[in-house]
């Protein structure tokens, strides 16, 4: 697994579950332009002020890093921190982009961008299939934040829903192997639900989080959610088929493995309409 460790945190880059080369930078701008939408074209929940520099942290394509600039141009900082080098696609005038790990950053005296109660704001997405120290994570969030200062992160909660809320996945063995897998590795697949939690136990105040239907298919009514829809159906299935090479298959026979992979298929060729998992912006200030 390719990891990175400092001060006691352990992240994994995104290639540990998915590839990182141009079709992968081209389904994470697909997948932003879908939840972006998803939200009503507002990604930004927590009430900045007039910020004057901002983080992303494992901004992948720096896509919203792009898009935070963007939405406050008289900040005067933004910055995109990936352990990837980020590509061509959304560097700008407005946007410095770094390539390391956040950890190790803080910690380098030649990285002054990053000292201690620095930003004005936070941000990240979908660090679901890398962050494996959540809490050291958000503590380390908090640091880098001004007095003032907001965090804001955004994550799924890959936990199938039908129409009315109701799981309907606690049959699902493969389902279940996964989140043993991942938790194996330390990552947290339903790590959305649990932000507000993580954010108020770290100190944070005025915290506050929002719920959305990542939906597999359509939503009637809710046309805001046609693009996620279709995405998902395209793109989420085969990258649960990879996660469960990945995390679950490994602890099995050739056979159980095989089995796993067919109830996948069974279970998601039934999807129904209504079927989603969940997504969560969850935001904070530090006192
Ligand atoms: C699945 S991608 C999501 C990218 C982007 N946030 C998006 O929503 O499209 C997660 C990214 O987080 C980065 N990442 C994970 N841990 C990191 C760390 N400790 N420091 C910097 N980047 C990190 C990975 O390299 C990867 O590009």
New binding site residues.
Partial sequence: MAS?Q?RG?H?????Y??P?DAPEHER??L??RA?NRMMHDQPFHAPLVHPERIL??????G??TAYLAAAYPNAKDVIG????EVPQTHRNGRVTFVQ??????VQDPDSPAFAPNSFDHLY????????TDWRG?IAQAKELVKPGGWVEL?ELEAIFYDHDRQRIDEDWTWHKDIFAGARKVGLEMDVGRKLEGYLKDAGFVDVESRFYRWMYGKWPGHPETDLIGEYSLKHCLPIIDLTYDKVAAPNKTADEAEMGRQTIREHMSIIERGTHQGFHAAWGRKP
Avoid: P
């Fill in positions: 990175t400092g945190f992240t994994t880059d995104s290639a579950l998915l990182n994470l701008d997948q932003s939840l992303e942290v494992g901004c992948g394509t896509v919203m921190v990936d352990l990837s390391g790990d956040i950890f190790k950053l990240s997405r979908l660090l679901t299939c890398g962050m994570y955004q």
